[in-house]
T-cell receptor, first 114, second 114 residues
Framework: KQEVTQIPAALSVPEGENLVLNCSFT??????LQWFRQDPGKGLTSLLL?????REQTSGRLNASLDKSSGRSTLYIAASQPGDSATYLC?????????????FGKGTLLTVNP | DADVTQTPRNRITKTGKRIMLECSQT?????MYWYRQDPGLGLQLIYY???????NKGEISDGYSVSRQAQAKFSLSLESAIPNQTALYFC?????????????FGPGTRLLVL
């Protein structure tokens, strides 16, 4: 059974700092990995999706990397801003038959202080 | 306007009551999902539907039922609510014709069962 772990569970940083969120998964047979942002009352928003054949994806100040063989992904946020404060979730989609099903981590609660 | 909407956004009910949560989408996607999120836990899949005539149980379907009234509508029912069904419920949609098949989430329904 796939298990997804996110470390740290919570992180508080001053504005402007670069930071890294970590995600690990136990089964390397994945189709893709996705990072979501969750804001209170607004559901989940997809930030970046990395296919299993890719090593990284970038969008603005966000960069996500994937090392499938070691079961790890990182989300790098450059020059953090208070508006980045949210919970960040990673989710993996398996390769093979049941590849509609996402397995989520518990998330990292990020607070960026002005 | 939001592509995936959920009603109600918040609901308080009593043990034993029947309650229905509704999800509507304007994305034209065939695939729809219901998840629940408990504090400090990842999202868990309750039910999913690949089209109007195809409904399947997810990881934690006991105590829940669903109805896919149309391509755009997918409802989740709690036939006799119990306190441990207190959670945040999300609806999501996806389109397998999109290569990566990102799931798009609604804003969530916060349910409290007393």
């Amino acid at each position: 059974k796939q298990e997804v772990t996110q470390i740290p569970a919570a992180l508080s940083v001053p504005e402007g700092e670069n930071l890294v969120l970590n995600c690990s998964f136990t089964d390397s047979a994945i189709y893709n990995l996705q990072w979501f942002r969750q804001d209170p009352g607004k559901g989940l928003t997809s930030l970046l999706l990395i296919q299993s054949s890719q090593r990284e994806q970038t969008s603005g100040r966000l960069n996500a990397s994937l090392d499938k063989s070691s079961g790890r992904s990182t989300l790098y946020i450059a020059a953090s801003q208070p508006g980045d404060s949210a919970t960040y979730l990673c989710a993996v989609r398996p390769s093979g038959g049941s590849n509609y099903k996402l397995t989520f981590g518990k998330g990292t609660l990020l607070t960026v202080n002005p | 306007d939001a592509d995936v909407t959920q009603t109600p956004r918040n609901r308080i009910t009593k043990t034993g009551k029947r309650i229905m949560l509704e999800c509507s989408q304007t994305k034209g996607h065939d695939r729809m999902y219901w998840y629940r999120q408990d504090p400090g836990l990842g999202l868990q899949l309750i039910y999913y539907s690949f089209d109007v005539k195809d409904i399947n149980k997810g990881e934690i379907s006991d105590g829940y039922s669903v109805s896919r009234q149309a391509q755009a509508k997918f409802s989740l029912s709690l036939e006799s609510a119990i306190p441990n069904q207190t959670a945040l419920y999300f609806c999501a949609t996806s389109d397998p014709r999109e290569g990566a098949e990102t799931q798009y989430f609604g804003p969530g329904t916060r349910l409290l069962v007393l």
